[in-house]
């Protein structure tokens, strides 16, 4: 059930709404096409059970992957 993937993820996150902004976050960028969003919004609370969401070295490497694809479509 969604409540039981809530639940543990807020194990990680201490405030709802920030669970909620960072569940949005993810699942716009985790997101398929041709998949059912709810099938992805489960599979990233049950990932933010597992692990820290908000860890900073892999907040740090995301936004290395960000500024290096940004720079290869701007050259391109």
Do not use: W
């Not at 405030?15 to 041709?34: D, E, F, S, V």
């Not at 990233?44 to 860890?55: A, E, S």
Request: hydrophobic share 35%; charged share 30%; with cysteine.
């Amino acid at each position: 059930m969604r409540s039981d993937l809530i639940f543990g993820a807020l194990t990680h996150v201490n405030n709802r709404y920030q669970l909620c902004q960072l569940a949005a976050k993810a699942t716009r960028k985790l997101h398929k096409p041709n998949t059912r969003l709810q099938d992805t919004t489960n599979e990233v609370l049950d990932r933010f059970k597992d692990t820290v969401p908000m860890d900073g070295a892999v907040e740090a490497k995301v936004e290395k992957i960000h500024v290096a694809d940004h720079q290869e479509r701007r050259a391109a």
